[in-house]
């Protein structure tokens, strides 16, 4: 089975993270129509997009001019974050944090509102993924794990966030690729999913570098290992899945989209302050130490990867034989 490819190639992701960008922008620079950006993610609280949103507004305001908010609206897999923004004004004054988990929703449910009512504006990052689990927990390598289930079916139980996600979709590949079959426990976002396995409801977790990393530096979650290629720079200890005999790799994009219309000004906008953002010291010491690798994506770039990223997933879907519900 082929890894899933969420991304540009390795190649390029190298070249992006390397890339060096034009002068800092200014407010002064960019004239953005609204005074207020509210910023939807479907994530929950100590999720992922939740995470790496609420510390990039500190920076990304001000180079936009604007005052930033983040706003959880959490549910159905991106369901009721896409009415609200298929019912919101195309004026640059709310954009939404997006993730595989929005297309994957509307491709296997029936929201009244759908990725086709989004305008894709800018790809910000790529966030490899990583196997976790409590601190406590007795498995010292995903292996290991591997092992206990099938020697004892049904001693580890999987989490991972909604049905339709990139990381319902790992947990998925995982039990393909080892041959076990353990149950697989949903949330609604990453927070949850990490509650879950502090507290021990789950074994094993599937989730980002950024949304784990307090509670690893805190010594209360271990991570097992990394579904890339090669071991994270910001995790040099950590073997790859494929370093334990699981050949799985997954790259989750994270992106921006609006309601259609957008005015002009609001796309360049966008386009102009993401790269820039990437320079700010600060933020981008706290993206480099989890492990989130700079991807923009300008909007035409950006829309085309996601007509491409629909196809793979329909085929992916039609490969395992899932259906909308």
């Not at 989730?207 to 530096?217: K, N, S």
């Not at 981008?284 to 085309?304: G, I, N």
């Amino acid at each position: 089975m082929k890894a899933i490819r969420l991304s540009v190639p390795c190649a390029a992701l190298a070249a992006l993270a390397c890339a060096s960008f034009a002068a800092p922008a200014t407010a002064q620079d960019i004239k953005y129509p609204t005074d207020t950006v509210t910023v939807v993610t479907h994530s929950s609280p100590g999720g992922g997009t939740d995470v790496y949103m609420r510390e990039m507004i500190k920076h990304l305001g001000p180079i936009l001019g604007v005052d930033m908010v983040v706003e959880n609206v959490v549910g159905g897999g991106g369901a009721k974050a896409m009415a609200k923004l298929g019912q919101s004004p195309a004026d640059g004054s709310i954009v939404y944090g997006t993730t595989p988990s929005y297309i994957n929703t509307s491709l296997l449910s029936k929201p009244q509102y759908t990725y086709k009512d989004l305008q894709p504006v800018v790809n910000v990052f790529t966030d490899p993924q990583v196997f976790y689990v409590r601190a406590e927990s007795p498995y010292k390598s995903l292996a290991e794990l591997i092992e206990a289930e099938k020697k004892s079916p049904g001693t580890v139980k999987l989490g991972s966030t909604s049905p339709a996600s990139l990381e319902r979709q790992t947990m998925e590949q995982l039990k393909r690729k080892t041959g076990i079959n353990p149950v697989v426990v949903t949330h609604d976002g990453g927070g949850d999913l990490m509650i879950s396995t502090l507290n021990g409801t789950v074994d094993l977790a599937v989730g980002e570098v950024q949304e784990l990393r307090g509670q690893v530096d805190a010594g209360k979650l271990r991570i097992l290992a990394t579904l890339t290629n090669k071991r994270l720079d910001a995790l040099p200890n950590v073997p790859t899945a494929k370093e334990q005999g699981i050949d799985l790799v997954v790259i989750k994009f994270r992106g921006v989209a609006a309601p259609k219309g957008q005015p002009a000004s609001v796309i360049k906008a966008w386009e102009t302050a993401i790269p820039k953002v990437f320079e700010v010291p600060a933020f981008k010491q706290w993206y480099e130490s989890r492990a989130l690798v700079p991807d923009f994506m300008p909007q035409a770039e950006y829309a085309k990867f996601m007509d491409d990223f629909v196809k793979e997933q329909q085929d992916y879907f039609t490969e395992f034989n899932i259906t909308k519900k």
